[in-house]
Structure formats: C-alpha cells, structure tokens
C-alpha cells in the first residue's frame, strides 16, 4: 500500500508569488491534515480536512488555505508569498478522525518551500 | 490552549545503551492523547508510540516505553538497546479528544523535538 505522497519534494519561489502543494493519502484514508515545520517556529498545525470539509484550523493568516476532493486528495494554497512562509509543509492523513480504536496517523516525506 | 515543553534539545547515546527523552505538558482538558514521533534525515515523520491519557499502564513498543504520569503531565519516553538507526529527532505530541466523544485525530501539539544521536 502506498504511503502518503506529497508533491513537488522542493519549490522554489520569489515573494509577492503562490504556490499550490499537493498532498495524496493513503488509500481508503479520509482525514487530511496540513502542518508547517519551521527551525524557529517548530511544527504548528494548518488545517485538517474530512470528507472535503475543513474540521480544524490553525492558527494562521488567511494567506494560507486549503481544500480536498473527492477522492481525499487535498491541497493547499500559500497566496501573497513572505519570506517567512520558507518552510518544510507536511501533510498527514488517516482513516477517519481518530473514531476508530489505535487509529494512526501516517506523514508524508513533506515539501520543502523557500521563498526568496 | 495546550504547550508541549521538551526541555533537552540534544542528547546523545552510545549503542546498547538506554536513553530516556523528556516531555512535559500544559493542558486543562482530561481526555487527550500523547505521542512520540521520529523524524529522521529523511524528514518524515513517524510515530514510535502512542499512549492514551485514560489509560494507567503505560505504553511500550519493542525497545520503546514511557513514563506517563498524568498528574504531573510527563510523559518521557525510554529507549532500549539504542541503535544507530535511533538517530533522528523526537517530537513528543499531545491531541486532545472533542467533547462529543470523536477525536480530531489530526491536530496534533508538537514540542520543540529533541535531537537524538547514537553514537558506535
């Protein structure tokens, strides 16, 4: 079974751009979710998806956003691009929303942003 | 708002030997989830152990166990027999569980990870 698949693996972008990430989770998986891992700032929360509605939102600027298909895929979006936004953007998926007992959640391999 | 503080931003092991990582929590709900994830070179992120707050006994894997002591909110993890490929850095994480019984099982709080290296 194949893992979560994030894609492109690196991006490279100037500020002022956008950038859509990609994010595939493991087959049967409904539940997506989107984490930021800065060396400053550590690992925050972004947003989490079920059944293509958004459940949970972190705390951050409207600049960021998301959304999933039908198909569980989902992506997001970085508008207006920052220096700040250079980051490792990591995307986790699981069954359901953890209604399920030993339920895991599996990670992606991430995407490595840096705005310049 | 839940805070997860991972007081040793290194440590390091010889192979063989035990290693224990430190977790400490801030948190006023009662029905929460705790973990340990590893994140090697490789970047993603894998879970070694997960421990759920109404449980007393705590949670072990193979080599990996913890130290869960609710009242105190530490949960440590221990690692056994450490190998090289123990080398990583370690997040400890906390999710709580919603009210209505369910659980958002993908917003995780994470610490500030310690690094691990397990020397020959």
């Known amino acids: 079974k194949a893992g979560v698949t994030q894609t492109p693996r690196y991006l490279i972008k100037t500020r002022g751009q956008q950038v859509t990430l990609s994010c595939s989770p493991i087959?049967?998986?409904?539940?997506v979710s989107w984490y930021q891992q800065t060396p400053g700032q550590g690992l925050q929360f972004l947003f989490e998806?079920?059944?293509?509605?958004?459940?949970n939102k972190g705390n951050f600027p409207g600049r960021f956003s998301g959304r999933q298909f039908s198909n569980s895929r989902s992506e997001m979006n970085v508008s207006t691009l920052e220096l700040g936004d250079s980051a490792l953007y990591l995307c986790a998926s699981s069954l359901t929303m953890g209604s399920t007992t030993n339920e895991k959640l599996f990670f992606g391999s991430g995407t490595q942003l840096s705005v310049l | 708002a839940q805070t997860v503080t991972q007081s040793q931003p290194e440590m390091s092991v010889q192979e063989a030997e035990t290693v224990t990582l430190s977790c400490t929590y801030d948190?006023?709900?009662?029905?929460?989830?705790l973990f340990w994830y590893k994140q090697p070179p490789s970047r993603q992120m894998i879970l070694v152990i997960r421990?759920?707050?109404?449980?007393?006994q705590n949670a072990t894997e193979n080599r990996f166990s913890v130290n869960f002591q609710k009242a105190a909110k530490s949960f440590s993890l221990k690692i056994s027999d450490s190998q090289l490929g123990d080398t990583a850095m370690y997040f400890c994480?906390?999710?709580?569980?919603?009210?209505?019984?369910?659980?958002?099982?993908?917003?995780?709080?994470f610490g500030q990870g310690t690094i691990l290296t397990v020397h020959p």
């Open positions: 994480a906390f999710m709580k569980q919603s009210n209505a019984g369910g659980t958002s099982y993908g917003k995780l709080t």
């Open positions: 087959s049967g998986h409904r539940s």
């Open positions: 421990q759920e707050a109404y449980k007393q």
């Open positions: 948190t006023s709900e009662n029905n929460y989830y």
């Open positions: 998806y079920f059944s293509e509605t958004q459940r």
